[in-house]
């Protein structure tokens, strides 16, 4: 069973650096055909893809945050870690990562919700 | 960096009729394209992948066309549970990329 869980502060204060974790099970970060991404989404608002990490090490970003995001991969521990720097208050948003299939999205976590506020 | 254009923003039908949404892409994605069902407080779950395969165990009310930029999501007869907000993504080009969403609500 592929389950995949966030976790991480839920309040951050504005200029804050985040750290996110999603801790997987059910398949291993070292398989050449499985990819993780980060995806969030403000209340109320659409999905933003945000980053993706492959087997290999490999990384993609969003080009509009690609300065402030870093993903990284722990196999042994099966854990996926996003950070993102200089955080501000329209960063507001629950984070997902997701399980990439050739390109889609068919296992997401549950998602967490990150506040900005001083 | 590839665009997804989602129309309309809120599409009003009434259970049981026919519902059409549209996902537009800024350039060609070829097939390479998925449509999600989001309800409120819930993760996005899959519903069709590569323009028109239908995601395991998906009612086959729900079916997706299209390739290269214009593509389109039909649910045939609207159930209740069918309420909700849509999203287009395409998986063509990197940085991958999502619509903005289409509201699905009850006329």
């Known amino acids: 069973q592929v389950t995949l869980k966030e976790s991480g502060p839920v309040l951050v204060k504005p200029t804050e650096t985040l750290t996110l974790t999603c801790t997987v099970s059910?398949?291993?970060?070292?398989?050449?055909?499985?990819?993780v991404s980060w995806i969030r989404q403000p209340p109320g608002k659409a999905l933003e893809w945000l980053a993706h990490i492959f087997s290999n090490d490999e990384k993609s970003y969003n080009t509009s945050l690609k300065s402030r995001l870093t993903i990284s991969k722990d196999t042994s521990k099966s854990q996926v870690v996003l950070t993102m720097t200089n955080m501000d208050p329209v960063d507001t948003a629950t984070y997902y990562c997701?399980?990439?299939?050739?390109?889609?999205?068919?296992?997401w976590g549950q998602g967490t919700l990150v506040t900005v506020s001083s | 960096e590839i665009v997804m254009t989602q129309s309309p923003a809120t599409l009003s039908v009434s259970p049981g009729e026919r519902a059409t949404l549209s996902c537009r892409a800024s350039q060609s994605v070829s097939s390479t394209l998925a449509w999600y069902q989001q309800k409120p407080g819930q993760a996005p779950r899959l519903l069709i992948y590569d323009a028109s395969s239908r995601a395991t165990g998906l009612p086959a009310r729900f079916s997706g066309s299209g390739s290269g930029t214009e593509f389109t999501l039909t649910i045939s007869s609207l159930q209740s549970e069918d309420f909700a907000v849509y999203y287009c993504q395409q998986y063509n080009i990197w940085p991958y990329s999502f619509g903005q969403g289409t509201k699905l609500e009850i006329k």
């Open positions: 059910g398949f291993s970060l070292s398989n050449a055909r499985m990819g």
């Open positions: 997701a399980r990439m299939a050739s390109g889609y999205y068919l296992y």
